[in-house]
């Protein structure tokens, strides 16, 4: 194999508060020649997350912290170019956590298998991937049934979009937040949530309350602060709540005072459960049986916002934090 090129996003410095283009940097790297039980793989398209901000510090999580001067890692999709394991021949399509970077070479461990047959491919980000999953996985927890109202915050994201279209194929009221008129009117038409509004307009619990009169009982989770304590007013009695990502304060230099009326908790006698996806792959096989029979009959929409080219990977990722994206982001590389 002649030696291959590739360019990758780095992190050059831990941001404080919003990161911003000086946190990183494009280099440009060899890959080594392949050796036996090695896979090499072009990447057509990768994610960026808004849980990828919480790994810029240098801090103990769920997941490691990116290290400085290091290539980023996150999900992506690509082409086997050159195989030389049995698991993998050259034009497979597969996901791995080698995002951020144009080409990588990996063991076949570090790959998982994907059908061409759904296009684009870039959907094993979305609907079908992790973020997909997600949704799928916030629901299962708090065992959303039919009738439940549910009121999903930033849901017009990745996960939230997803999260609203599924309840409703579980026979749900489903009630969704976002932050602009266009965005309202993707839930509303697109996602066919029951009802919507734009919290930029008004307080969200006078906006929750006008949507849902008689109470939700299932609060999905995004965003937190304002909407995390309107849902703790508006949920009902036993009520559940999911809590995936907190994006209102991923960037606070100093933690913002948590909600006022967490004694609702105790009076409504509420459930709030914790969402890490990473738990739940021992069900991604029943995760993909259903979620990718309701998008092969189109009962599902996935909804990309697409960033061309690798060099703009990084303004991808900061346009997460000022709601430049309608459904999930993702950066086209090949």
Known sequence: MSLI??????????PKGIPTADNFTLAQTTLNP???????VRNLYMSVDPYMRGRMNDRKSYVPPFELGKALDGTAVGIV??????EFKTGDAVTSRYGWRESFISSPKGLYPVSRENQPLSVYLGALGMTGMTAWAGLKLV???AGDVVYVSGAAGAVGNVAGQLAKLRGCRVIGSAGSPEKIKFLLEECGFDAAFDYKTGPVLEQLESAAPGGI???FDNVGGESLQAALEVLRVHGRIVACGSISGYNDLKPAPGPTNLHNMITKRLTMKGLIVSDWLGQRAEFEKEVGGYFKAGQLINKETVVKGIEHAVGAFLGLFHGDNIGKMVVELG
Not at 5 to 14: C, P, V
Request: charged letters at 40%; a negative charge; proline letters at 0%.
């Open 81 to 86: 170019e050159e195989s030389r394991a049995a």
């Open 217 to 219: 009982d299932v609060y």
């Open 34 to 40: 392949l050796a036996d039980q090695e896979v090499l």
């Open 143 to 145: 065992d959303v049934k």
């Open 5 to 14: 090129t590739s360019r990758e996003i780095r992190l050059a410095s831990r």
